[in-house]
């Protein structure tokens, strides 16, 4: 809250807020989408953070971090790209910075980077179950069948 400049009593209203929520606190205390929830939250509060205060290398890495796990773990961390993308523009054309872009394109390339490498991965354990199936039989194909179910 002091990132966004709020007042000590804004922020006491918005811990207020938060607490008069049970509904989502309970679901976010059981549930898999709480960890996503964070992760985005930790994104759009790096965007704050460069937004307000230029680029800074607490929200370079609150970006990074959110961007990289939220989509390593939904297909729906595509919509912080998006919502950073469109930032990015509002921050080229409106005040001619260009802090976000790099750290999108970084973000980009980082998330690119991970999956070839966990694809490049998935596929040496596929050859090598391949190759020790040659000399043992039974459960091999089922082994192969689920590593090529995780690409």
Avoid: W
């Amino acid at each position: 809250m002091v990132i966004l400049g709020l007042s000590k009593q804004q922020c006491s209203q918005f811990a207020l807020l938060f607490s008069l929520i049970p509904a989502f606190n309970i679901y976010s205390a059981v549930s898999f989408d709480s960890v996503i929830a964070m992760c985005s939250t930790m994104c759009l509060l790096g965007i704050i953070s460069i937004v307000k205060r230029g680029t800074n290398l607490f929200g370079t890495l609150l970006i990074i971090t959110g961007i990289l796990v939220t989509n390593s773990l939904t297909f729906g961390g595509t919509f912080l790209l998006a919502t950073t993308g469109l930032i990015t523009i509002k921050e080229i054309i409106v005040n001619k910075r260009y802090g976000l872009m790099t750290l999108l394109v970084t973000s980009i390339f980082s998330a690119g980077y991970l999956r070839i490498l966990h694809l490049v991965h998935l596929c040496y354990k596929i050859i090598n179950i391949s190759y020790s199936g040659l000399t043992m039989e039974g459960h091999v194909q089922l082994q192969i069948f689920t590593l090529a179910g995780r690409m």
